[in-house]
C-alpha cells in the first residue's frame, strides 16, 4: 500500500507564519499567466484515488484493499485504515465488514472501487455537482497494485465519456524506486493510449499530466533535482501540459521542501503546492495564504506558470472541518488570490479524512461503538452530499458565476426534499425492437429478477424502451440481468424523449460488464434532462448475440 501523504507530511508540516495581509486584502497585481480556460484552467478538478477494492469483487489486487491494514482480514475496530464512514445508500452493491451494525442496526457496508457501478456513481455526482475534471492518482504500476490501477484507468475513462466529465493521470512517486525510468515507460506502453479518449483532459491544446511528489524532504521521495528536471523535460517532448504536485514550501526550498528544485519547478507549466495536514483552523488558512501563497503565486505568475492551489475540506476525524466553514474559507482565499484553477483534496479519500464525497450524516450510518465521526460531529445536521454542494458554490465562485464572498452560502442541510429514490420504472409499460420466444419486453420492469427480456438474435441494434408516464428528470439508471447468470459486456446507450418521437442522447455508447460479483446489475448516470420514455439500445453483447435485461430501473436520485 503506498504511503500517506497525509501521515507521511504532516510531522514535517512547519507552523503558519504570523498574518501578513489584512482581512480581505488582495495581493498585488502581477502579470497573468498565459493560460486561457480548458479542462483545467478555469476549472475544478479532484483527486481521484479509486484505490478500494473488497473480496470477491474481482479486482486482481485481492482482498480489503486500502480498507483494512491486513487486506486479508476484513475492516474492524482493530484492523482498519477508515478515517471517515461513506455513505453507501446509492450503491446497488456494498460489502460486509466486521464492524459492529451502524447506528441504525444495518450492516456496516463498504464500496469497491472496482465496481464499475462505483466508479458511475462518482463520477454521476461529479456532474450533478459541477465538478469539471478529475485527476486519477496512479502509483507505482509495477508492484502488485498495477494490474488493478490499469482497470481503474479504464473504468474512469468510462464513466467520464458517459457522464461528460474529463479525467488526466495524475503520478504519485511516493516510494517509487525506479520512477526515472519507469515512469516513462509507464506513459509510453499504458497510459499515453487514455488520450485518444475525448474525456481525457486538455489544456492548451495538450494532454494534461501531473506528478505529484518532487522535492519533498522526507525518505520516500529521495529524488534529486536532477532526477527531476530530467523527468519532467522528457514529459514537456512529449508534448504534454504538465502539472506539479509540489511541497508547501516549494518557493523557499525550506520545511518541508528540499532546496534546489527552483529549475525543476520552474519548468512545468502548473505548480499545485500540497496543503494536507498543513492548517488546522481558519487563521491558519488566512497565515499561509498571506504567507506562503501570494508569494506562490507572484512567483508563478512571473514565470508564465500557472497556479492550480489545492483546497480542502479538512480533516473529519481530527474536527478540523466547522461545518463547512473551514473548506469555504480554503475556497475563498485561492480564489480572491487569482488562481487560475483549483485542485481539491480528495474526492473519495475516506482513509485520511479528508473526502468530499458523500459521507455518512450522523451516527444512525457510522458502525456502533467504532468512534468514527459523522458529518454532524460538532452539532450541526449536514446532508451526505453537503461537500459536494460546497464544491459546487465554489465552483460558480470561481467562474464568476456567484459574487466573491468571505461567507458560506452553501446550508449544511438541504431546505428541499430529497430526490426520489424508488425505482420510477417499475410496473410501468414497454416496448422493444424485438423479442425471442416468451423473453418479451414486460419482463424488464415486473420486479421479477429472474425474468428478462431478450431480443431476437444475430441482429443488432435492439433497443428497449419503458414509458414513465409523466416527464421526470432522471439521475441513473439500472441495468440488471439474473444473479446466476455469468459475466458478459453489452455495448449500449441510453435515450430519452418527452414524446416517444424525437430522442436525445443520455447516455453515449459504452461497454458496460455485467458480473456476478457486481450482482450483474450497471449503473449508468445520464444527463439530467425531461425524459417520459426511456430507451436503452444494444449494439453488441459478449456474452450471446442479442440484448439481454432482466430490470430496467429508472431514479431520479
Known amino acids: 500500500m503506498p504511503l500517506s501523504r497525509r501521515n507521511l507530511l504532516s510531522s514535517a508540516a512547519a507552523t503558519a507564519l504570523p498574518l501578513q495581509l489584512k482581512q480581505g486584502e488582495r495581493p498585488a497585481e502581477a502579470p497573468a499567466a498565459a493560460s486561457p480556460p480548458g479542462d483545467v484552467v478555469g476549472k475544478i478538478t479532484v483527486g481521484y484515488q479509486g484505490w478500494f477494492a473488497c473480496p470477491g469483487d474481482g479486482a486482481p489486487i485481492g482482498g480489503w484493499w486500502h480498507w483494512s491494514r491486513d487486506r486479508f482480514q476484513p475492516p474492524s475496530p482493530a484492523n482498519t485504515t477508515i478515517e471517515s464512514w461513506p455513505d453507501v445508500r446509492e450503491f446497488d452493491h456494498a460489502y460486509p465488514t466486521a464492524y459492529a451494525n451502524l447506528g441504525n442496526g444495518q450492516p456496516a457496508q463498504l464500496f469497491s472501487s472496482y465496481d464499475a457501478q462505483t466508479v458511475n456513481t462518482h463520477f454521476g455526482w461529479m456532474r450533478t455537482y459541477g465538478i469539471d475534471t478529475a485527476a486519477l492518482q496512479r502509483f507505482n504500476p509495477t508492484g502488485d497494485e498495477g494490474p488493478t490501477r490499469d482497470a481503474m484507468a479504464a473504468k474512469v475513462r468510462a464513466a467520464a465519456e458517459a457522464t461528460g466529465r474529463k479525467f488526466y493521470v495524475m503520478y504519485d512517486v511516493t516510494g517509487w524506486t525506479a520512477m526515472q525510468s519507469e515512469l516513462k515507460a509507464d506513459w509510453s506502453a499504458k497510459m499515453s493510449a487514455l488520450t485518444a479518449s475525448p474525456a481525457y483532459a486538455r489544456q492548451n491544446g495538450k494532454p494534461v499530466?501531473?506528478?505529484?511528489?518532487?522535492?519533498?524532504?522526507?525518505?520516500?521521495?529521495?529524488?534529486?533535482?536532477?532526477?527531476?528536471?530530467?523527468?519532467?523535460?522528457?514529459?514537456?517532448?512529449?508534448?504534454?501540459?504538465?502539472?506539479?504536485?509540489?511541497?508547501?514550501?516549494?518557493?523557499?526550498?525550506?520545511?518541508?521542501?528540499?532546496?534546489?528544485?527552483?529549475?525543476?519547478?520552474?519548468?512545468?507549466?502548473?505548480?499545485?503546492?500540497?496543503?494536507?495536514?498543513?492548517?488546522?483552523?481558519?487563521?491558519?488558512?488566512?497565515?499561509?495564504?498571506?504567507?506562503?501563497?501570494?508569494?506562490?503565486?507572484?512567483?508563478?505568475?512571473?514565470?508564465?506558470?500557472?497556479?492550480?492551489?489545492?483546497?480542502?475540506?479538512?480533516?473529519?476525524?481530527?474536527?478540523?472541518?466547522?461545518?463547512?466553514?473551514?473548506?469555504?474559507?480554503?475556497?475563498?482565499?485561492?480564489?480572491?488570490?487569482?488562481?487560475?484553477?483549483?485542485?481539491?483534496?480528495?474526492?473519495?479519500?475516506?482513509?485520511?479524512?479528508?473526502?468530499?464525497?458523500?459521507?455518512?450524516?450522523?451516527?444512525?450510518?457510522?458502525?456502533?461503538?467504532?468512534?468514527?465521526?459523522?458529518?454532524?460531529?460538532?452539532?450541526?445536521?449536514?446532508?451526505?452530499?453537503?461537500?459536494?454542494?460546497?464544491?459546487?458554490?465554489?465552483?460558480?465562485?470561481?467562474?464568476?458565476?456567484?459574487?466573491?464572498?468571505?461567507?458560506?452560502?452553501?446550508?449544511?442541510?438541504?431546505?428541499?426534499?430529497?430526490?426520489?429514490?424508488?425505482?420510477?420504472?417499475?410496473?410501468?409499460?414497454?416496448?422493444?425492437?424485438?423479442?425471442?420466444?416468451?423473453?418479451?419486453?414486460?419482463?424488464?420492469?415486473?420486479?421479477?429478477?429472474?425474468?428478462?427480456?431478450?431480443?431476437?438474435?444475430?441482429?443488432?441494434?435492439?433497443?428497449?424502451?419503458?414509458?414513465?408516464?409523466?416527464?421526470?428528470?432522471?439521475?441513473?439508471?439500472?441495468?440488471?440481468?439474473?444473479?446466476?447468470?455469468?459475466?458478459?459486456?453489452?455495448?449500449?446507450?441510453?435515450?430519452?424523449?418527452?414524446?416517444?418521437?424525437?430522442?436525445?442522447?443520455?447516455?453515449?455508447?459504452?461497454?458496460?460488464?455485467?458480473?456476478?460479483?457486481?450482482?450483474?446489475?450497471?449503473?449508468?448516470?445520464?444527463?439530467p434532462v425531461p425524459v417520459r420514455y426511456l430507451r436503452v439500445t444494444v449494439t453488441a453483447n459478449t456474452g450471446w448475440p442479442a440484448g439481454q435485461v432482466s430490470a430496467l430501473e429508472a431514479y431520479t436520485g
Open 209 to 527: 499530466v501531473c506528478v505529484w511528489g518532487f522535492g519533498f524532504a522526507d525518505d520516500a521521495r529521495p529524488f534529486t533535482p536532477a532526477q527531476a528536471l530530467d523527468v519532467i523535460t522528457w514529459f514537456k517532448a512529449q508534448d504534454v501540459y504538465l502539472i506539479g504536485g509540489v511541497p508547501t514550501w516549494w518557493r523557499q526550498g525550506i520545511n518541508d521542501s528540499r532546496p534546489g528544485f527552483t529549475d525543476a519547478y520552474h519548468a512545468f507549466h502548473a505548480i499545485s503546492p500540497w496543503m494536507v495536514g498543513r492548517a488546522r483552523t481558519t487563521a491558519d488558512l488566512d497565515s499561509y495564504y498571506a504567507n506562503a501563497n501570494v508569494g506562490d503565486y507572484q512567483d508563478c505568475q512571473a514565470h508564465g506558470i500557472d497556479y492550480l492551489p489545492c483546497v480542502l475540506p479538512g480533516d473529519l476525524q481530527w474536527g478540523d472541518r466547522r461545518h463547512g466553514d473551514y473548506y469555504w474559507r480554503s475556497l475563498y482565499n485561492m480564489i480572491r488570490l487569482g488562481s487560475q484553477g483549483l485542485y481539491v483534496s480528495m474526492f473519495d479519500e475516506f482513509n485520511e479524512g479528508n473526502q468530499i464525497a458523500k459521507t455518512a450524516e450522523t451516527a444512525a450510518f457510522v458502525p456502533a461503538g467504532s468512534g468514527i465521526r459523522a458529518l454532524d460531529e460538532d452539532g450541526t445536521a449536514c446532508s451526505a452530499d453537503y461537500y459536494l454542494r460546497i464544491t459546487t458554490d465554489g465552483g460558480k465562485m470561481l467562474k464568476g458565476q456567484i459574487p466573491l464572498t468571505d461567507v458560506r452560502p452553501t446550508q449544511p442541510a438541504l431546505t428541499t426534499p430529497p430526490p426520489v429514490t424508488t425505482d420510477l420504472a417499475r410496473g410501468r409499460p414497454t416496448s422493444e425492437s424485438s423479442h425471442t420466444q416468451g423473453y418479451s419486453s414486460v419482463n424488464a420492469t415486473d420486479a421479477d429478477p429472474d425474468t428478462y427480456w431478450e431480443s431476437s438474435n444475430n441482429a443488432f441494434p435492439q433497443w428497449l424502451q419503458t414509458d414513465l408516464g409523466t416527464a421526470v428528470t432522471l439521475n441513473r439508471i439500472v441495468l440488471r440481468l439474473p444473479a446466476s447468470w455469468g459475466a458478459r459486456t453489452q455495448t449500449l446507450s441510453v435515450h430519452g424523449s418527452t414524446d416517444g418521437s424525437g430522442f436525445t442522447t443520455l447516455a453515449a455508447a459504452a461497454g458496460y460488464t455485467f458480473a456476478p460479483s457486481g450482482a450483474n446489475s450497471v449503473t449508468i448516470p445520464v444527463s
